[in-house]
C-alpha cells in the first residue's frame, strides 16, 4: 500500500514537473516569436522611427511628452492638414526650432510663401541639423527631412525653391516651436 502510494506520489510530482516545463517552453516560444514579429514589422514598416542619437526615448515616453497629434506627426510621419498650420502665415522674425528636441533649424529669414499650405523656408540654419531620407512612400520619390539630433520627422524638401538655393523645404507647423529670440550662442 505505502509502494503504491509512493508511485502516486511520484507520478503526480512527475506530471506537475512535465506541466511546467511545458508552460515554459511554450511561454518561451511566444516570446520569442512576438520579438521576431517586431523586429519584422520594424524593418517593413517606414512609419516606425527608432531614434538614432543619445536621445532614445521609448515609444510611450514620446507620446506623453509630445501628445497625440505631435507624436503622429513628428515620431509616425504624419502630415498635418495643408493650410491649417499655425505658422503658415507667420511673419515674425525669430527662430523656428525642433517641436521634439528643441534644437534650432530654420530663421525666419529663410521662410517664404511657397503656396503649397505648409510653412516654408529656402535654407536650414545648418544642414548638419537636419538629416535627409530617401521616402518612396504614396507612389512618389521624396526627400523626407528628419531632424538630426532627435530624429523627428519635420516634412520633405524639394528642388523647387527660390534662389539662392533652389531648396523648399516644407515643414509641418507642429513639428516647429517658434521663438522671437535670437540665435543662442553655441
Ligand atoms: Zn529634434
Redesign the pocket.
Given at each position: 500500500m505505502r509502494q503504491i502510494c509512493y508511485e502516486e506520489m511520484s507520478s503526480r510530482v512527475f506530471n506537475i514537473w512535465v506541466r511546467a516545463i511545458f508552460v515554459i517552453l511554450v511561454f518561451s516560444f511566444v516570446q520569442c516569436r512576438t520579438h521576431q514579429l517586431n523586429e519584422k514589422a520594424d524593418i517593413r514598416d517606414p512609419s516606425i522611427i527608432k531614434p538614432i542619437t543619445q536621445?532614445q526615448k521609448t515609444e510611450q515616453e514620446w507620446l506623453t511628452e509630445l501628445g497625440a497629434e505631435k507624436y503622429r506627426v513628428l515620431r509616425q510621419c504624419g502630415t498635418e492638414a495643408p493650410f491649417t498650420g499655425k505658422y503658415l502665415y507667420h511673419h515674425a522674425k525669430g527662430i523656428y526650432r525642433?517641436?521634439?528636441?528643441?534644437?534650432e533649424l530654420f530663421s525666419s529669414d529663410t521662410k517664404f510663401d511657397s503656396g503649397s499650405g505648409w510653412p516654408s523656408f529656402f535654407d536650414a540654419l545648418e544642414k548638419s541639423k537636419i538629416r535627409k531620407v530617401r521616402d518612396t512612400s504614396h507612389g512618389m520619390i521624396r526627400t523626407e527631412i528628419r531632424?538630426a539630433?532627435?530624429?523627428?520627422h519635420l516634412g520633405h524638401v524639394f528642388e523647387d525653391g527660390p534662389k539662392p538655393t533652389g531648396l523648399r523645404y516644407c515643414v509641418n507647423s507642429i513639428a516647429l516651436d517658434f521663438s522671437s529670440d535670437s540665435l543662442s550662442e553655441h
Open positions: 536621445m525642433c517641436a521634439g528636441c528643441g534644437v531632424c539630433q532627435c530624429d523627428g
